[in-house]
């Protein structure tokens, strides 16, 4: 299983990103899908998250502004960031949990992709 992220780049602060992960391999049943954040020297964190049910997570620096959806039926997961801040600067990982089929269990990460807010 690889995942794929896009949709980074240069935005000028109160304005929208939206973020792409593409899945590829076989994944049956994935559990959550989510996205992550690091900026330069500090620890990765939860940005937002979808369960197979559609329930949403998102941590409290994002709520409002950040909106996470998933399309099964083309492995995708999105991340639309609206109202962005230069405190939202740092790269994006999206995050996979797979459930079946058995030989794909696990999580998976994507390679990341920046994204710069400027003020």
């Known amino acids: 299983v690889q995942l794929q992220a896009s949709g980074g780049g240069l935005v000028q602060a109160g304005g929208s990103l939206r973020l792409s992960c593409a899945i590829f391999?076989?994944?049956?049943?994935?559990?959550?899908m989510a996205w992550y954040r690091q900026a330069p020297g500090k620890q990765r964190d939860l940005v937002a998250g979808i369960d197979y049910t559609g329930r949403t997570d998102y941590a409290e620096f994002v709520k409002g502004r950040f909106t996470i959806s998933r399309d099964n039926a083309k492995s995708r997961v999105y991340l639309q960031m609206n109202s962005l801040e230069p405190e939202d600067t740092a790269v994006y990982y999206c995050?996979?949990?797979?459930?079946?089929?058995?030989?794909?269990?696990?999580?998976?990460w994507g390679q990341g992709t920046l994204v710069t807010v400027s003020s």
């Open positions: 995050n996979v949990d797979v459930a079946e089929p058995r030989p794909s269990r696990g999580s998976y």
């Open positions: 391999g076989r994944t049956d049943s994935i559990n959550t």
